[in-house]
């Protein structure tokens, strides 16, 4: 079965960091392009960042460019989302999904719903 395993999401204040961890298994990430999706109360999901499968290249969303980077360890089989300089906006459930067929870029953050595999989400909360 290929499934992600998130953690790390929690509470935190306004300025505040927050690494997030997804795990995958059934699967070897090396050979996906994987990303970060978020989903905000009242708002549509959208993409965050991407690593392709090569590792060679990592695209973030404007809104969190300079204050997010996006990694992954391929012997642990993980990828990760170190966050800094947290604002109550970027209060949302975080995902991370994976696939072999869209790169990295707009058309796979527009079909979160048509790739691979999919994370159950882990919520961050920004707040005093």
């Known amino acids: 079965q290929l499934q992600f395993v998130e953690s790390g999401g929690g509470l935190v204040q306004p300025g505040g960091s927050l690494r997030l961890s997804c795990a995958a298994s059934?699967?070897?990430?090396?050979?996906?392009?994987t990303g970060w999706f978020r989903q905000a109360p009242g708002k549509e999901r959208e993409g965050v960042s991407c690593?392709?499968?090569?590792?060679?290249?990592?695209n973030y969303a404007d809104s969190v460019k300079g204050r997010f980077i996006m990694s992954r360890d391929i012997a642990k089989n993980t990828v990760y989302l170190e966050m800094t300089s947290l604002q109550p906006e970027d209060t949302a459930v975080y995902y991370c999904?994976?696939?072999?067929?869209?790169?990295?870029?707009?058309?796979?953050?527009?079909?979160?719903?048509?790739?691979?595999?999919r994370g159950q989400g882990t919520l961050v909360t920004v707040s005093s």
């Open positions: 059934g699967f070897a990430l090396e050979y996906y392009a």
């Open positions: 690593i392709s499968a090569s590792g060679g290249s990592t």
């Open positions: 999904a994976a696939d072999t067929l869209y790169p990295c870029g707009d058309s796979y953050y527009s079909n979160y719903r048509n790739l691979e595999v």
